[in-house]
């Protein structure tokens, strides 16, 4: 080795501050230039207009763009929105709790492991693979209405609408619930629950008094996920819905696209990001972030 | 614990999900081996037809290099800066840590379209054309997070005392990394590469608002299926996509036992 190389190494080792310097500036550079300076430019935009006869951006402040969103049409849609987040993550935590019990505390190691991995696997496949699945299933003449029609009833005729939209979203999330839950239920000492028996607690008590409390946190840390995600969502809508599908992310999406008003989207995206903070406190409130 | 009929009905739960959880990825793939052109179930019969339609349409094929293009050079960003991240946040303590690794995370727990949507703003702003190299950038934003969650769970796991008695026996910094501490975060962080080119080979929402008019894979499918034309291509494609994303995955999921939540 050569002598510059050496003093270089002894100099780093020395200065600790030195390395960790080195080491955390380029990633942090980057998240800070590139990232949240992309959201300051964001958050910016929003309080400028669009020339309606050039579509140039109008770097005048005004409150306007922030003032539409509280008009009927808009307050519809963040309320859509925002309803179908909590009935899909609401559906989600139902279906993803008695599963998650049945992983972490009746199945076998090697089956925990299997369906472990079973989760994970749709959690990492494909999104958009996923949601063109629920087309071919639910459109005319597909796999559900041959179903029905085996069984003996008529076809159900959900595709392209709000309820087609809250399956195939619920679906979508679902391995997002599943994990964290499961994080939560494996960690509860197996003395705690025979405490419970032991003192008398039928299997329902025990579930409502000690297992649903310690999965809280749990479900709350799957829930941000559930909710963020349907929150920002306009594939899905736009593929699934219907006429009645309009949600905050298809209104930000029309206008940087048709409507070609950046500033107008741009104070759109600020309305999950609000909700989202909101939420994020109130889950560390919670003790949801000791589970992701 | 539960009773016996609590029992039976928690793996009929069980069941139920994992059919709910399958049944749409197994009808999925059989539809890329549709003999017919046409959507309805069941299926006329199996056929490559379609497969070899697909893997012969030049759109598809500029748009899966597109996607390999820009997934490749996201993990390449991924691996250097979240590896680094993983590195100062563990092994210094500094004000405002807890603050680094929620900025980390930040690209992820806020949906993605706001990403996109920032980024789109800053590009139009500064007047940088859309192309190969803004998604790469907006790509390698939420990909770092994956890289850095599997190596800084690895860091944690393994002692610093290792470290230490490299040091002690004379080896430089360069030595110690190259041979004690790569060594013990290697399938972490192959791990964590494969994740991140995963989650960029499929992502679809932050890709519209940095791709401009060129097509990723995901893009082409979305467009497709909006247009409702070409669609038993589309099939193809799809379980393509299904299939780039699943073998990442799995392989990650051998190395490290664990793959947590994007």
């Known amino acids: ?24 500036t380029p990633p942090l550079a980057w998240f800070l230039v590139i990232y949240l300076a992309s959201l300051v430019v964001m958050l910016i935009t929003a309080f400028w207009s669009v020339d309606p006869f050039t579509n140039n951006l109008v770097h005048s402040w005004n409150l306007d763009n922030f003032r539409q969103l509280f008009t009927p ?31 972490a505390r009746v199945a076998t190691p090697r089956v925990r492991n299997l369906l472990f991995a079973a989760v994970l696997l749709p959690l990492w496949a494909s999104y958009i693979a996923r949601v063109y699945a629920w087309i071919v299933i639910l459109q005319d003449g597909g796999t559900l209405d041959w179903s029905f029609a085996k069984i003996g009833l008529g076809a159900p005729h959900i595709g392209y609408s709000n309820t087609a939209l809250w399956v195939v979203f619920s679906y979508i999330w ?49 829930s941000i996920f559930t909710f963020a995600l349907t929150l920002g969502d306009y594939i899905t809508p736009i593929l699934i819905g219907g ?50 | 614990m539960t009773g016996r009929i609590g029992a039976v009905a928690l793996r009929l739960w069980v069941a139920a999900v994992l059919f709910f959880l399958f049944a749409p990825i197994a009808i999925v793939i059989l539809y890329a081996f549709n003999k017919s052109n046409v959507q309805s179930w069941p299926i006329a019969g199996l056929s490559t037809r379609w497969v070899r339609v697909a893997w012969h349409d030049p759109q598809v094929r500029s748009a ?3 996607s390999i293009k820009a997934g490749v050079l996201a993990t390449a960003v991924a691996i250097i800066l979240g590896t680094a991240a993983a590195f100062g946040v563990h092994r210094f303590k500094f004000f405002g840590r807890n603050a680094v690794s929620l900025l980390l995370v930040l690209p992820l727990a806020l949906p993605g379209i706001i990403t996109g949507i920032a980024l789109n703003s800053a590009f139009t702003f500064a007047g940088i054309n859309l192309s190969l190299e803004t998604i790469v950038i907006g790509h390698a934003t939420f990909c770092i997070v994956v890289v850095y969650n599997n190596v800084i769970a690895r860091l944690r796991r393994v002692s610093g005392s290792l470290v230490e008695a490299s040091m002690d026996l004379g080896a430089s910094p360069i030595q110690t990394f190259r041979f004690v501490t790569l060594p013990t975060i290697s399938t972490a962080l192959v791990s964590g590469a494969l994740l991140a080119f995963a989650l960029s080979f499929d992502e679809i929402i932050v890709t519209t608002f940095t791709a401009g008019a060129q097509n990723t894979l995901p893009l082409w499918i979305f467009g497709a299926i909006r247009l409702g034309q070409q669609l038993p291509e589309v099939n193809v494609v799809v379980v393509a996509v299904l299939i780039l994303t699943i073998i990442p995955v799995t392989i990650s999921v051998r190395l490290t036992g664990r793959a947590g939540i994007k």
Do not use: Q
């Open chain 1, 1 to 24: 080795m050569s002598d510059t190389t050496s003093k270089v190494n002894a100099a780093l080792w020395r200065r600790g501050w030195l390395r960790g310097t080195l080491t955390l």
């Open chain 1, 73 to 103: 049409t808009y307050e519809r849609i963040i309320g859509r929105t925002v309803g179908m987040a909590a009935l899909v993550t609401v559906t989600d935590a139902i279906v993803a709790l008695p599963f998650a019990y049945y992983m």
């Open chain 1, 174 to 222: 679902l391995p997002y619930m599943i994990v964290p839950v499961f994080g939560a239920l494996e960690r509860i000492p197996a003395s705690l629950l025979e405490a419970s028996a032991d003192l008398g607690g039928r299997p329902a008590r025990t579930t409502w008094k000690v297992v649903l409390p310690l999965a809280l946190p749990g479900i709350v840390a799957g």
């Open chain 1, 243 to 292: 006429a009645r599908s309009t949600f905050i992310g298809n209104a930000i999406y029309a206008n940087v696209g048709v409507a070609g008003n950046l500033p107008f989207a741009a104070a759109l995206a600020t309305v999950p990001i609000v909700i989202m903070i909101v939420y994020l406190t109130i889950a560390r409130f919670l003790g949801a972030f000791e589970e992701i």
């Open chain 2, 64 to 66: 899966l290099w597109l």
